[in-house]
Nanobody, 126 residues
Framework: QVQLVESGGGLVQTGGSLRLSCAKSGRVFSTYAMGWFRQAPGKEREFVSSIIWNGTTTYYTASVKGRFTISRDNARNTLYLQMSSLEPDDTAVYYC???????????????????WGQGTQVTVSS
């Protein structure tokens, strides 16, 4: 089994920053990409950002471009999401997801990712 464990969520004021981490462990598999999704209360889960594990290609949803930065540490098998200039609309449970190799990669589609973490809550107060 592949385990993804998120950490770093919390309560922050508007304009503040947080860094989320996602540690990958368990069964070794060839990671092709990892990403972050979020789900706000009463809303569907949505794509936030993703990164090609052995490259530099990154993807962001429009609402976080320029404010969030995704990165990874291959040696530590850890994915990060640096979030700055946080807004109340960023309040959500943030989920880490991972995908192996194979097929055409569609970064924003949930079903692309067979492995998911349990989520970490981010709350931005106004």
């Amino acid at each position: 089994q592949v385990q993804l464990v998120e950490s770093g969520g919390g309560l922050v004021q508007t304009g503040g920053s947080l860094r989320l981490s996602c540690a990958k462990s368990g069964r070794v598999f060839s990671t092709y990409a990892m990403g972050w999704f979020r789900q706000a209360p009463g809303k569907e889960r949505e794509f936030v950002s993703s990164i090609i594990w052995n490259g530099t290609t990154t993807y962001y949803t429009a609402s976080v471009k320029g404010r969030f930065t995704i990165s990874r540490d291959n040696a530590r098998n850890t994915l990060y999401l640096q979030m700055s200039s946080l807004e109340p609309d960023d309040t959500a449970v943030y989920y880490c997801a991972a995908r192996g190799s194979g097929g055409t990669y569609h970064p924003t589609i949930e079903t692309e990712y067979p492995y998911w973490g349990q989520g970490t809550q981010v709350t931005v107060s106004s």
